[in-house]
């Protein structure tokens, strides 16, 4: 209970007029800030909080509680899972589109700039992460978990030349009736109420593996197959299809990066070696290439409940996207001391999950360099563009240390408006070059096609970054 003199100490003229004052600079402010009516197009929540309330169910303090009464109850969840639905389904039964209006809100724009004005690409492949988990249970509902296992390659197709709303769509494009759905996004400007996005202005495509686990046993489970209605789906199905037998067979044999050099790798690396060591004329593009392991650098942190996934505690991959992004960006700029600009992921696995409260390691390093092909002047080349590949190892530890496991090494492609060039020096870093430039040779032709001078030239003046 107020006092007496409280009560009229509260009831003041001076204390009213006061709170008037407050209220009315709170709706001036209101007014400054231009907040606006939700547009009535279907708005993608973003990574960072909304999509929190998509991505995750209960609060940490209450999973966390749940837990603790488990385990000292040493009793699993009272209620067993309903089985999942295998009815086939059809692609447009998962579809899923909506509007990131980057242009229309300046609030949330705040989170997705960077300090020089540019869209993070990081934070964007958060979103296609935490979608991918979207339209994933839209196929298998939430009778089992579902996590993600890969990444195929992510390609920025277009440059993004100003500020605009952006339309995150993807779809369940693969599934068999096995425990893995594969599902395709794309990122591309929001096109008018409508309409479908033109080629031109897509500007991320990318497919996510997602693996469907009972959530007692932790054992994969079978989900609904695909029924294929059109030619397009089947096109589809099929991209899927190569994928999954792709990945498959990377698991049966041994990483690119201990396959033995072939027959003309072996005397490319002799030569690269013993013109180096020995010779007057070393083989070099540019006067001073960097050696290798002058190029790595590492980050350790600790992993937090506000960046797990659906099922609380383990990190949901798209946090690992981001920082493992980040940290190659910043080895390129290190390495080329410029502004880089973004070119493609490879496929990339998650190898093992990241508890939350474990420590990850992660490591970038310049595996592979090579001057970008130009015009013709007097018969020599005169790009100043390099491709620069980055490898990004990352580990995770528990935070006693006892343990440690490779959760996946990712690799990156950007282009640096310089020459620049990394030397290998030891065995091992003639391996980690020799399995990028694989990588490079590799690439779809279609990729391949942005690593051109006059490509370059058009993505620098992009506004993601």
């Given amino acids: ?51 929190r309330h998509m991505r995750v169910k209960t609060p940490w303090v209450d999973a966390l509680a749940q837990s603790r009464e488990q385990q000292a109850n040493n009793t699993a969840a009272n209620e067993a899972p309903p089985k999942p639905d295998l009815t086939p389904k059809r692609m447009s039964d998962s579809y899923f589109s909506g509007i990131l209006p980057l242009a229309q809100d300046k609030w949330l724009l705040d989170s ?18 935490a979608l991918a988990g979207v339209i ?9 978990t579902t996590v993600t296992a890969a990444v195929d390659r992510i390609t920025l197709l ?29 990122v591309a400007k929001a096109p008018a109420e409508g309409e ?11 497919a996510f593996t997602m693996v469907s686990l009972d959530p007692a046993t932790k054992k994969p489970v ?25 990945k498959k067979a990377s698991r049966n044999t041994t990483g690119s990066i201990f396959k033995a050099p072939d027959e003309a790798e072996t005397k490319l690396i002799h030569d690269m ?47 690992l996207l981001q920082k493992t992004f ?80 490779s959760t996946g090494v990712f690799h990156y492609s950007f282009i640096v408006p310089r020459k620049v060039q990394v030397m290998p020096m030891t065995y091992i870093d003639y391996m980690v070059w020799l399995d990028a430039r694989r990588r490079a040779q590799n690439l779809d032709p279609i990729i391949a096609s942005r690593f051109t001078e006059d490509a370059a030239s058009g993505r620098l003046e992009g506004v993601t970054e």
């Fill in 1 to 51: 209970m107020l006092g007496t003199q409280k009560l009229a100490a509260l009831s003041s003229p001076r204390l009213v007029s006061r709170s008037l004052l407050r209220a009315n600079a709170a709706r001036q402010l209101e007014k400054r800030r231009c907040f606006h009516a939700t547009p009535s197009r279907p708005v993608f929540k973003a990574a960072w909080l909304p999509m």
């Fill in 112 to 129: 997705y700039l960077n300090a020089s004005g540019r869209i993070r690409l990081g934070t964007l492949f958060m979103d296609l992460d």
């Fill in 136 to 144: 994933a249970y839209r196929h298998t509902g939430d009778s089992v």
């Fill in 158 to 186: 277009n440059p993004l030349k100003e500020i605009c709303d952006l339309e995150l769509s993807g779809q369940v494009t693969y599934a068999t009736g096995r425990s893995s759905t594969e599902i395709s996004l794309q």
């Fill in 196 to 206: 479908k996005a033109k080629p031109e202005d897509v500007l991320i495509t990318c």
């Fill in 222 to 246: 079978p989900v609904a197959p695909l029924l294929i209605e059109t030619e397009e789906e089947r096109k589809l199905f099929q991209k899927g299809e190569e994928n999954y037998n792709a």
């Fill in 273 to 319: 070696w013993s013109k180096q060591e020995f010779s007057d004329n070393p083989v070099r593009y540019i006067p001073e290439p960097q050696r290798m392991k002058t190029t790595v650098i590492r980050s350790t942190m600790i992993m937090q409940p506000e960046d797990r996934n659906r099922h609380n505690f383990m990190i949901f991959g798209g946090f």
């Fill in 326 to 405: 980040e940290l190659a960006f910043s080895c390129a700029a290190s390495f080329s001391h410029c502004r880089p600009t973004f070119v493609s992921l490879d496929p990339s696995t998650f190898e093992n999950p990241v508890p939350v409260g474990s420590v990850l390691y992660m490591s970038a390093g310049v595996a592979y360099t090579e001057p970008l092909q130009s015009h013709q002047e007097g018969g020599k080349e005169s790009s100043s563009y390099t491709k620069v590949h980055i490898r990004v190892e990352t580990k995770v530890r528990d935070v006693e240390h006892v343990t440690k496991k």
